[in-house]
């Protein structure tokens, strides 16, 4: 998100980066090291983050904007929620199906869909809580073969199940760090 723009209304225009070079190289934005991500470790990761986002939820700012270009810790916190979720039903695909091709899902879409900016805090605390500890359960059940199964986004980019994990992960790391610094 740092780089959109807001239009003349106020929204938020799009960010139409391609992210997944973070597989590859560490971002230098968050620091984020996908090397560091180790698949059978996520369960725990998400057991950490799970808190930070929380702690957010509880600012007194929450729903405000540090600039009107960039979401607020509410509208991230309602974002990470719904990556939990996909990332979720991404990884179920790729569990029991043979190169599953994954719906396409238009974050800033469902940010104004959802009205990320008009959620009430402690709801959107529980639902991430909720989807990290389901997330967390699926991430737990892979097993050791299945690391290498493949999935598609639909422009095409290629994921295994330890690549996608690295992938969702590098996604909660920059939030965090977006809304911490």
């Not at 309602?78 to 899902?105: G, K, Q, S």
Request: charged share 30%; glycine share 4%; proline share 7%.
């Amino acid at each position: 998100m740092d780089e959109e723009r807001v239009t003349p209304a106020g929204v938020i225009e799009p960010d139409t980066k391609d992210w997944t070079w973070v597989l590859h190289q560490r971002c230098e934005d968050c620091g984020f090291e996908p090397d560091d991500v180790i698949g059978p470790e996520l369960p725990v990761l998400i057991h950490e983050w799970v808190p930070r986002w929380e702690s957010q939820l509880g600012r007194p700012d929450v729903r405000r904007r540090p600039r009107p270009d960039v979401w607020s810790p509410l509208e991230y916190a309602c974002h990470v929620r719904d990556v939990f979720r996909i990332f979720d039903e991404r990884l179920a695909m790729m569990l029991v199906e043979d190169d599953p091709t994954f719906p396409n899902w238009d974050q800033d879409a469902t940010a104004l869909s959802e009205r990320y900016d008009q959620q009430a805090p402690s709801a959107v605390a529980e639902e991430l809580r909720d989807a990290g500890a389901d997330l967390a359960a699926g991430f737990a059940a892979v097993r050791r073969e299945q690391w290498e199964r493949r999935g598609l986004r639909s422009n095409g980019s290629a994921f295994t199940v330890r690549t996608l994990g690295r992938y969702f992960a590098h996604d909660v790391v920059h939030h965090l760090h977006d809304v911490t610094h």
